[in-house]
Structures are given as C-alpha cells and as structure tokens.
C-alpha cells in the first residue's frame, strides 16, 4: 500500500488528539427540512416528490464509511460495482443511466463533465447528512440531474468543543482510522477531520486500496440578519485492479489515483422580514489518472524494456448562484440566476517503465452555462403546491427548458397524496462533441431529454408510529447519444441521437419512529427498464424490448436498529438484489447474460466501557460486513467482497 500523502499529513496534524474517528456525535436533523429537492428548503411533508435523508447518527449506528455503501440501501437505486474495495461504482437511479445521477457535495456538482462520476471514492467522514432526490431534478440543479440527486453535507459544529476519535480493524488488512475536532459558540460553528482508510483487497495481488479524507466546515455570523458558511472537502484516493475489462486477474501494476478538492461558500441575508438573499459559490477540482507497465521482451514486468501507458484527466468546475426569496400570498417564490464554468482537460502518454513518458494524445474542452429558473411554493390548509420553471444555456450546444409541477394534499385518516411531473436533460459530454485521435465529434447533438411523471400514496398508523408508502413511477428518456462505428480506413467512430427508452416500476416503504430506542424499515421495488425506440441509423446490438444493463429487476431492503441512552447501539440491515442482465464481455460478441440475485447481512454495534460526564467517553465498536459470506457479483464475472469483520473503539473528549 502507497504512504500517507504528504498533503494528507499536513491536513491532518492539527488534529493531533487522544485517538481517531471516523464515527461524529449525532449530527443536527433540521427539523425534517430539506433542501436538495426544492430551491427553499421545504418541510418533508411538502415534497412533491420521494426524497431519502441518512442522518450522521444512522450512517454511524450502521458502521458505513462509503456513500456507494449507503446508497445500496436506498429504495429505486442500484449500484453495480466492478469487484473489490475501491473498485469503480456506477449508480442507477430508478432505471436511468449511470451518468443521469448528479452528485453534489455541499452544494457543489463533482461530476465529470457528461455527468459520469464514479461512486467508489466519496466517504462519509465528517458527513452531516446525505439527501437522495429519486426522479428528474433538472428544474433545481440544471444538467445531469435526470434521474435523481445525491447530495452530502459536511458536518456542522454542535455543542462545547471537543476532539473525537476512531480506529478499528480486521479482515483483507482492513483499518480505518479518523481524528476530529468540532465546536459551536455564540456567533460561529466549526469542525475539523481526517480520515484514513486501507485495505488489502479481496484478491491474491495489485488490489490494495487507499481513501484519505479531510474535511471541515466554519459557520459565522449566525444571527437573525443573516450567516455565512464555508466549507471544504479533499480526497485523495489509490485503488490497485488486476482484473482486465473482463474481470480476469492479469496485471500486477495496474492502478488508479484521484486528488478531488471542493470548495463552497453559502452566504445569506435577510433583507426583511419574508425576503431573503442567497450567495452561492464553489469549485470542484479533480485529478484522475490510471497507470500501467507491459512487459517487454524478458516477459516480466520489472525487466529491461518495460514501456508505461498513463492516462491522465482534469476537470474543473467552478459555480456561481445568486437567488432571492420572498414571501407572497399562501406561500414563497423564489427566482435565480447561475454561473457555471467546466473544463476538461486529459492525455495519454507512453515511454520506458522508469524514464520520460511522450504524449500520443490530448484533448481539452470548455463550457459555459448561463441559467436562470423561478419556483413558487404553495401551501394552503392541506394542499401544496409546487410551480417551477428554468433555462439553461450552455455555450456549445442548444438551451434547454426544463420544469416541474406538483401537488401534495394530506386527507383524513393520516393520509397524503401526492404527484408530479418534471422534465430534465443532460448534457453530451465534450469527447462527444469535439474530436479526439479516436472520434469524430459531433457539434450537432441535442442533450438527452427525459420526463418523468410521479404518483405516491402514503398513509401513517397507530398515531405517527409507523408510516407506509406506495410510488409509482415512469420515466421516458429520449435522444439518447450512442456511438456508431465507423468505416474504413480508418474506422473512426462519431456520437449521434439515435434511441429512446422507457423506465417504469413501484416502491413500497415502510418505515417506523424511534420508540423504546429502537426503530425499523423495509423497502421493496420493482423496475422495468427497456429500449422504447432506435433510430433506423443505429448500428449497436440493442433491440427494441431489450432490458437496459445492470438494472435489478426487484430489489429489496429491510432493517432495524436500536440507540439506548447510554450509549450503545446495534443495528441490521438486509438487501436483496435481484437478477439483472449484463454483457458477457469473454465471449465475441459479448452476449446478454443474466446475473444471478443475492441477499446479504450487514451488522454494526457500539457498546460504551466508559461514560462519565466531563470526562473521555470510550466505546468497543464492531461491524460485520456480508455476514454469511455470500458468493455473489454486481457486475458479470467480478466478485464482490466476502465477509468483512470490524473491531475497534471510540473515543470522544471534551476541552475545557
């Protein structure tokens, strides 16, 4: 495994205390407010559509380090990733592309440009909360966001200050270990953590994996006129694979590194009363590259006349917003403008194993984004209504419109109903619209288009213990970009809007209140994802009919948990994963397999040893991962990890 970076070591020395954690006080619920589906933030019972919020103090009853973990649990989303820790991790929400799912770390979009991002480095050190909004969201966060929105919030200082620490460790080499400090006085609020995580992987060789996190957030003058928040993300990240693109474990050199550093300042002031203004900034920087050495003429790698491949890419986003919200008769309106700026740059580089690598090809790209949107919030006795409205004009390709409306109304009985429909798009990648040594681009694409419309009934029992909801959703996604071949002599392909598809299914949640510390959830969904339409011109294998890859048919989610007042707690959660279809990419042509279904066990525990007020309170810590040890893959012939056990402990120590 690679050492500690030295940008790592700095960030992390003034965190220097009695231990390391990964694990952070409860963390502040807002009330059941919620801010990702909906320019205002808005009160769960008023969305219009399904939004999920994984509170800090869930994400450490469960033990979970990653949000690909996390997310596994959520209703409607699925994630397929290629083997072990670290490995790359694609999220499909409610049936739509891998790329139809924005990301956003404190208001800031991490994902490439395209909406590509992969899943497997993001952790959950220092996280505050994480919002999942299922269905198309592009009226709020503009490109990308089609089929759904996952957003995590860094940790906000609570209470007197105090230092935090967690360590633990066990099977495949694995130990995590974090170190935090956190505080809240009369006019500001902070927190400061790092995070280390390591492991041997679950293969013979090349699979060790490296996730180092340092976050912080500072909230200052907090008072009735107004506040001012930054905050500050930095991941650096090494997974080794051996497996080649069909998973057979070859290579003993392979790997990939990424450097991502996000930034985001969130100011607002209250102009008067009912009228609000909001400052918004950030920027997303992210660094990947991919390394490997053939062997040369001695056969092994390691000899005289080993060549190196490297790949390299950067992309940086920077964001403005400035919106302004006032109050008007049954409810709020709120109108904005954003500034968006992307670059991409990347190179592919060759030459001898230990000397000057040569560039064989590069490519850049940039884009601008103007957009302005309006959005009216109603509410009434028991209705809500939801009007929203935006215009996004990038500078290479056509603006695009986008809305949603919406309604909820509760009924008697501890009824609520509630609907929408909504439109999103996404923008076509830049290798898709200019050219590289392998395409052809295509300025001429339109960006996918999507419109999803969303029915839910939810209805409570035995006075708000328990709550039961049903949704049914269906998405059509149309002018979809597909590669077509090319032809000779060169056979250099181009993109081209070819085919539509249709994704449709219900959820079923059922969740219950915390009552006597114990609480519990089950979830059950049912997806159909098929291609609707294909152009005459497409040249690929699809047919109209064909299921879309790596999509489960059924899934499902249940768990229980329990957090007494002393300190202890322990909590269980079930998946299930039904079949899906994928390539066989082994085999010319790579034909459609299917994947088998699997169901797994997860546990996590904490038991406090040491709880005396004013003094460091200590806990032993345990997590099992996969706890029957089931044999099973989310992605044709890679295997994903088998039992893991995880012991450790906790220690949190007030200043004076």
């Known amino acids: 495994?690679?050492?500690?970076?030295?940008?790592?070591?700095?960030?992390?020395?003034?965190?220097?205390?009695?231990?390391?954690?990964?694990?952070?006080?409860?963390?502040?619920?807002?009330?059941?407010?919620?801010?990702?589906?909906?320019?205002?933030?808005?009160?769960?019972?008023?969305?219009?559509?399904?939004?999920?919020?994984?509170?800090?103090?869930?994400?450490?009853?469960?033990?979970?380090?990653?949000?690909?973990?996390?997310?596994?649990?959520?209703?409607?989303?699925?994630?397929?990733?290629?083997?072990?820790?670290?490995s790359l991790a694609s999220v499909f929400v409610r049936g739509g592309e891998s790329r139809y799912t924005k990301f956003l770390v404190d208001g800031v979009p991490v994902n490439a440009v395209g909406g590509l991002f992969d899943a497997a480095h993001l952790s959950t050190a220092n996280v505050e909360r994480i919002e999942i909004v299922r269905g198309s969201s592009s009226v709020v966060h503009g490109a990308d966001a089609v089929s759904g929105v996952v957003q995590i919030f860094t940790r906000q200082g609570s209470g007197p200050v105090?230092?935090?620490?967690?360590?633990?460790?066990?099977?495949?080499?694995?130990?995590?270990?974090?170190?935090?400090?956190?505080?809240?006085?009369?006019?500001?609020?902070?927190?400061?953590?790092?995070?280390?995580?390591?492991?041997?992987?679950?293969?013979?060789f090349n699979n060790d994996y490296l996730n180092e996190t340092a976050s912080g957030s500072l909230s200052l003058l907090r008072g009735e006129a107004g506040t001012l928040s930054l905050a500050a993300r930095a991941t650096h990240a090494v997974a080794e694979y051996p497996t080649d693109f069909i998973g057979n474990i070859v290579d003993s050199n392979s790997f990939r590194d990424q450097r991502r550093l996000t930034l985001s300042i969130d100011g607002v002031r209250r102009i008067r009363p009912g009228v609000e203004l909001r400052l918004l900034g950030g920027i997303n920087d992210a660094t990947d590259f991919s390394d490997d050495i053939t062997a040369g003429a001695a056969g092994a790698a390691g000899a005289a006349g080993d060549t190196r491949d490297r790949y390299t890419s950067r992309n940086v986003?920077?964001?403005?917003?400035?919106?302004?919200?006032?109050?008007?008769?049954?409810?709020?309106?709120?109108?904005?403008?954003?500034?968006?700026?992307?670059?991409?740059?990347?190179?592919?580089?060759?030459?001898?194993?230990?000397?000057?690598?040569?560039?064989?090809?590069?490519?850049?790209?940039?884009?601008?984004?103007?957009?302005?949107?309006?959005?009216?919030?109603?509410?009434?006795?028991?209705?809500?209504?939801?009007?929203?409205?935006r215009v996004d004009a990038p500078s290479?390709?056509?603006?695009?419109?986008?809305?949603?409306?919406?309604?909820?109304?509760?009924?008697?009985?501890?009824?609520?109903?509630?609907?929408?429909?909504?439109t999103s798009f996404n923008a076509p990648a830049f290798f898709y619209l200019f050219d590289t040594d392998f395409t052809t681009g295509n300025p001429d694409l339109d960006p996918e288009r999507s419109r999803t419309v969303e029915a839910s009934v939810e209805q409570s029992f035995f006075g708000g213990f328990a709550t039961a909801t049903a949704t049914y959703f269906d998405q059509r996604f149309r002018q979809l970009?597909?590669?077509?071949?090319?032809?000779?002599?060169?056979?250099?392909?181009?993109?081209?809007?070819?085919?539509?598809?249709?994704?449709?299914?219900?959820?079923?949640?059922?969740?219950?209140?915390?009552?006597?510390?114990?609480a519990a959830h089950a979830s059950y969904t049912v997806l159909k994802a098929v291609v609707r339409d294909i152009s005459p011109s497409y040249q690929g294998a699809a047919q109209v009919g064909d299921e879309?890859?790596?999509?489960?048919?059924?899934?499902?989610?249940?768990?229980?948990?329990?957090?007494?007042?002393?300190?202890?707690?322990?909590?269980?959660?079930?998946?299930?994963?039904?079949?899906?279809?994928?390539?066989?990419?082994?085999?010319?042509?790579?034909?459609?397999?299917?994947?088998?279904?699997?169901?797994?066990?997860?546990?996590?525990?904490?038991?406090?040893?040491?709880?005396?007020?004013?003094?460091?309170?200590?806990?032993?810590?345990?997590?099992?991962?996969?706890?029957?040890?089931?044999?099973?893959?989310?992605?044709f012939n890679f295997d994903a990890p088998g039992r893991r056990i995880l012991v450790g402990g906790r220690i949190e120590a007030p200043l004076r």
């Open 396 to 422: 290479d390709f056509d603006r695009a419109a986008t809305y949603r409306l919406g309604s909820a109304v509760r009924v008697a009985g501890g009824t609520r109903l509630r609907g929408s429909v909504s």
């Open 481 to 518: 970009i597909e590669y077509v071949p090319g032809s000779a002599p060169d056979f250099v392909g181009t993109y081209a809007n070819l085919n539509a598809a249709v994704s449709r299914g219900h959820e079923l949640e059922v969740a219950t209140a915390r009552r006597g510390g114990w």
């Open 1 to 86: 495994m690679r050492s500690i970076s030295p940008i790592f070591a700095l960030l992390l020395a003034p965190l220097a205390g009695p231990g390391l954690s990964a694990q952070q006080p409860d963390t502040v619920v807002l009330g059941g407010v919620v801010i990702s589906a909906t320019k205002s933030p808005v009160s769960s019972d008023a969305l219009t559509q399904s939004v999920t919020v994984i509170t800090g103090d869930e994400l450490r009853a469960r033990g979970v380090t990653s949000v690909a973990e996390v997310l596994r649990s959520v209703p409607g989303v699925a994630v397929a990733g290629t083997g072990s820790y670290g």
């Open 548 to 635: 879309l890859l790596r999509r489960p048919r059924r899934s499902a989610t249940a768990g229980a948990s329990f957090a007494g007042s002393s300190g202890a707690s322990v909590s269980l959660t079930a998946r299930h994963v039904g079949k899906r279809p994928d390539f066989d990419f082994s085999t010319f042509p790579s034909p459609r397999v299917t994947v088998p279904s699997f169901t797994t066990l997860d546990l996590a525990s904490s038991v406090p040893v040491l709880t005396r007020a004013g003094r460091p309170n200590v806990a032993l810590t345990l997590r099992i991962d996969n706890a029957f040890d089931k044999h099973y893959q989310e992605v």
């Open 162 to 204: 105090r230092l935090s620490g967690d360590l633990r460790g066990g099977t495949y080499g694995t130990l995590e270990g974090a170190a935090g400090v956190s505080g809240n006085g009369s006019r500001a609020a902070f927190t400061l953590h790092g995070a280390r995580n390591t492991t041997d992987g679950i293969l013979a």
């Open 317 to 389: 986003r920077h964001r403005g917003e400035a919106r302004i919200s006032l109050g008007v008769p049954a409810g709020r309106l709120t109108a904005g403008a954003e500034y968006q700026r992307e670059r991409e740059r990347s190179r592919s580089e060759a030459g001898p194993a230990d000397g000057e690598l040569d560039p064989y090809s590069r490519f850049g790209g940039l884009r601008t984004t103007r957009a302005a949107y309006g959005e009216y919030l109603a509410s009434a006795n028991r209705l809500t209504l939801n009007a929203s409205a």
